[in-house]
């Protein structure tokens, strides 16, 4: 059973900065593609960034030169590191892990996720 587990929310003030971590059990880490979305109250889900098994990785615009997605094989885990945040970066962040290395909003298995507030 392939289990997420994110962690690294919370409160910051715009223009701060919060890393977001991923772990993620069992033996086949190295063979996911990773990614983050995000859902923001009463929109739907944003594929935000997202990292190959090769570390290949591509972003939404909207983030594009404020966030960096990064991957450790050794130790299971995914992170995202977010600069520069805004107000509308709020939402709850979620890591998913996929088979196919192809960017898009499916994935296999998917975390919890963790709150991100942003405040003016």
């Known amino acids: 059973q392939v289990q997420l587990v994110e962690s690294g929310g919370g409160l910051v003030q715009a223009g701060g900065s919060l890393r977001l971590s991923c772990v993620v059990s069992?033996?086949?880490?190295?063979?996911?593609?990773m990614a983050w979305h995000r859902q923001a109250p009463g929109q739907q889900r944003e594929l935000v960034a997202h990292?190959?098994?090769?570390?290949?990785?591509n972003y939404a615009d909207s983030v594009k030169g404020r966030f960096t997605i990064s991957r450790d094989n050794a130790k299971n885990t995914v992170y995202l590191q977010m600069n520069s945040l805004k107000p509308e970066d709020t939402a709850v962040y979620y890591c998913?892990?996929?088979?196919?290395?192809?960017?898009?909003?499916?994935?296999?298995?998917w975390g919890q996720g963790t709150q991100v507030t942003v405040s003016s």
């Open positions: 069992g033996r086949f880490f190295s063979l996911f593609a």
């Open positions: 998913s892990a996929s088979w196919a290395q192809v960017m898009g909003p499916l994935a296999n298995y």
């Open positions: 990292i190959t098994t090769s570390g290949d990785t």
